[in-house]
């Protein structure tokens, strides 16, 4: 059985590595403004492709690397990298006069965050299914709450230290937080077997056929999730005269939201079956993205995106727990795969847009409207996962 500090890490360092993912997209205004590093949409959607490029790498090696290591040290890793990843976000502000320079830093700091994001979340979705056998599905979604509770976190802290002056103050912040989790971690056993014991070797051409049908899910979901989350605060400025506080709270409503949707949904899923919630979200973020691309101003924004966050909310969570729980004796690989092709779908949507925006001309708020169109085949297969599990 865990121990409270065991469990602690767990969900403690959901928090933190949620803050760290989004610290990048929420701070986009320093990246493409004139008075910061002056970056143009294409340059700064390509920052992200080296983050997903390791966080796939990441979440497909993480679980072989947990068989032959140990779980354990593929969460310390992940804890390594983060903070290696923070490190040099901060350091890049002294290349703010130097932007090709900065650039170079900046895409190893996305890669460190890309390896550090795979491994660490891999282990931590496989620990709490371990730690909580008999509540997977509320344990998964827990942890992606907190999870939530630091993307939620970043965009108000990032317009906190704007308006200080002082942006580097929470990279900084956040690696000397994963410094703390690593040290009480280093202390700990850890030991994440499921209740169906080791997973054996297994090659990805040998996983079961359903494997696919959930990558698939999670892959269209990632692009989804990430349009909203990396080019919200971009399309509001740039197109809807919002202000880069305001579009900061927009999209920290959209964070807080998917955190709050997610604690909703732990909280009712004895009321409510979990297939038919997740049947519902696809349908959901359909609609959201025509509410997204027809707002004219802060309030609009905030209301638009605090509901595409609420149609996000519990649908990567329920691919996982539904994965596990359906393999149990494959729940490492099961998380690893899964948070790879979210990673290939959020990819996808990090880097394709800037070259849709930029050279090809697509305003953003045709491309948010575009995004119902991305939303329909996830609900068909949606509907093929629950068909089963019914």
Avoid at 186 to 199: D, F, H, T, V, W
Avoid at 301 to 322: E, K
Avoid at 349 to 370: E, M, Q, S
């Amino acid at each position: 059985m865990a121990s409270r500090t065991e469990i602690g890490v767990v969900y403690g360092a959901a928090i933190v590595q949620g803050l760290a993912l989004v610290t990048f997209p929420a701070a986009s205004s320093i990246f493409t403004s004139p008075d910061g590093f002056g970056f143009d949409s294409t340059r700064y959607g390509t920052m992200f492709v080296p983050q997903v490029v390791l966080a796939i790498l990441a979440s497909a090696l993480a679980p072989k690397l947990a068989r032959r290591l140990s779980l354990r040290r593929v969460l310390l890793a992940g804890f390594a990298s983060n903070i290696v990843s923070m490190a040099l976000l901060a350091l890049s502000a002294l290349l703010l006069r130097a932007p090709d320079l900065a650039f170079g830093i900046l895409l190893l700091a996305t890669a460190a965050l890309g390896f550090g994001f795979g491994a660490t979340v891999m282990a931590l979705n496989t620990y709490s299914e371990a730690f909580f056998p008999a509540a997977v599905d509320r344990a998964v979604l827990v942890l992606n709450a907190l999870l939530g509770v630091g993307t939620a976190l970043a965009p108000v802290l990032v317009a906190a230290v704007l308006a200080l002056g002082a942006w580097w103050l929470l990279p900084v912040a956040v690696a000397c937080v994963f410094v703390l989790i690593f040290v009480i971690a280093a202390r700990e056993p850890l030991r994440g077997e499921s209740a169906a014991g080791p997973a054996a070797a297994i090659g990805w051409t040998a996983l079961p056929r359903r494997f696919w049908l959930y990558a698939a899910s999670v892959c269209v979901y990632g692009m989804l999730e990430t349009l909203n989350g990396n080019w919200a605060i971009l399309y509001l400025t740039s197109e809807r005269g919002v202000s880069a506080r305001g579009a900061a709270f927009a999209l920290a409503a959209f964070w807080v939201m998917v955190t709050l949707g997610r604690v909703a949904i732990a909280i009712t899923s004895r009321l409510m079956p979990a297939r038919l919630i997740y049947a519902a979200l696809p349908i959901a973020l359909f609609l959201t993205f025509q509410i997204a691309s027809h707002v004219h101003g802060q309030s609009s924004g905030i209301i638009a995106f605090g509901l595409a966050g609420l149609a996000c909310s519990a649908f990567l969570p329920l691919s996982i727990s539904f994965g596990g729980k359906e393999y149990p004796e494959l729940s490492a690989l099961m998380a690893g795969g899964l948070i790879a092709f979210y990673q290939l779908g959020y990819g996808v949507a990090a880097f394709g847009i800037g070259p849709l925006h930029g050279p090809v001309g697509l305003a953003l708020a045709t491309i948010f409207a575009a995004g119902s169109l991305v939303a329909v085949p996830l609900v068909l297969i949606a509907y093929f996962i629950i068909r089963r599990r019914s």
